[in-house]
């Protein structure tokens, strides 16, 4: 199923060269869904913005095109309003036979690209020996959900985590995992330290105060950085315990990735340097190797340089960043490279994109975008701390997610005399729990920062997951108490919507692809939360007004039908944010 919108863009463009020649073959009919459902289901801007160029008054070029147009067979005849709108309604039958011909396909009509891209989406991707943060929370669940999305209309995704794994830090760790734990290296016992954060503080403590000790890390870093056996190894221990505390993480909220840290660019650095040095772009400045960028300065208004090799001889985040665009373009050969991360590193992706747009390394049919999000904040609209002041630790906030969700349903059985096993409750909790994590972050423009609020994620009203989650339950439920095969219900059914709220739902659910493939074009996810809620309560509203299992046929198969979709269309939905649904709850 073509969408309905690209079939009337096409129809509308087609109006466009009838009614005025060729030259306005390739204009943008600026057809949209109407802005206000009683103009109908569509409307096209284009006579507004014909007017000057064709030097005539819009409504008599509106009046022209649809002189021109025939769309007999979805729409009713197009109507022109105010300056030269032309909106469109689809026809009963039209929505009727869209929805009937998708009724056995587990895509709901949604087709895969026609020219699928090698997509990069660089996520997650928080610090080695550092506690994973809220922020590092946010990019893991808005970057798997875009990766769902992009994978799902059929591109070629490489999830990758770009964990900070390199850099002097090292020193200064290895140092004192040698102080602190002599027989780590020598021992076949896997070696847990634990708390790693603490870990990272008390090494950091030690440097501070003891000269020795910060000599002794400096070595460490020499030898590191020559790849020294013994080092790289102590290494590569410290890699493995905060892998290991990640993959929980990753394991609780199911999301894949595949590491490649920055440590995987080493060998690629020198080269970056070498050939900004080769394409003219190199300055020194203060025994710094730098390009001096264009558009950003300093306070006295003079360029500001982006450092690519300190004076000291080490590389940094920003050359890192370089080898690793070249990297995904060169091997990879990524069409498109997404990075999601908090705005705070907005103006870094734009120093490293420009560096390498003028090195020349980005070819004009790949684009490289930087996905930014906002801030994770507390009740009190200040960055999300702990009681005590603390960083918020991601395996706390998700366990008290999953408690709270836990009480909330033990005290919901207790109310409804209902006994369930423990592996039921388990299970809703974890839905539950974690999808209201999830959800809640995905279901705001991430642009915006959002305060987060255990008692709203949770909430069963409102744009929450519960609230979807129980939509898909009460359909199940809908099924069970009719004894009604959902699998079988449609094959072959002759359709008919009468009822405002039949139509009205029946249109929302025809119209999914649309806002999967506004997603994929601004990867925003939150317009997908939009479109499930008001599912949610378009089915709602339908339900309230029009029996189901009491009505007489044909009204009783059609409404099944629609109940089915809308719970395929809910569960389709909440797996492209990440969201599993479940049958009863
Ligand atoms: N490790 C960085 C941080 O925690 C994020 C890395 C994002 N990706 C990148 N290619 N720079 O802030």
Redesign the pocket.
Known sequence: MKATIEQLKKRVSAALVAAFGDELAETDPLLVPASNPKFGDYQANVAMSLAKPLKQQPRAIAEQIVANLDVSDFCEAPQIAGPGFINFTLTNAYIESQLSSIIGFARLGVEKIDNPQRVVV??S???IA?EMHV??LR?TIIGDSIARILEFLGHDVLRLN???DWGTQFGMLITYLREAYPDALTTADALDIGDLVAFYKKAKQRFDEDEQFREASRQEVVQLQAKSEDTLQAWQLLCEQSRREFQKIYDLLDIHLNERG?SFYNAYLPEVVADLDKLGLLEEDQGAQCVFLEGFTNKSGDPQPLIVQKSDGGYN?AT??LA?LRYRIDKDRADRII????MG?AT??AQVFQVATRAGWIPETVEVVHVPFGLVQGEDGKKLKTRSGETVRLRDLLDEALGRARADLEQRLHDESRHESEEFIDRVAEVVGIGAVKYADLSQNRTSSYIFSYDKMLALQGNTAPYLLYAYVRIQGISRKGDVDFGHIGAGAQLKFREETELALAKHILSLGETIGAVEADLLPNRLCQYLFELSQKFNQFYDRCPVLQAKEPERTSRLVLCDFTARTLKLGLSLLGIPVLERM
């Open positions: 660089d996520f991707s928080p610090n550092k922020g590092h990019s770009h964990v900070g920055e985040y890192t960043d690793a990075y999601v991360t908090d590193q870094h992706f």
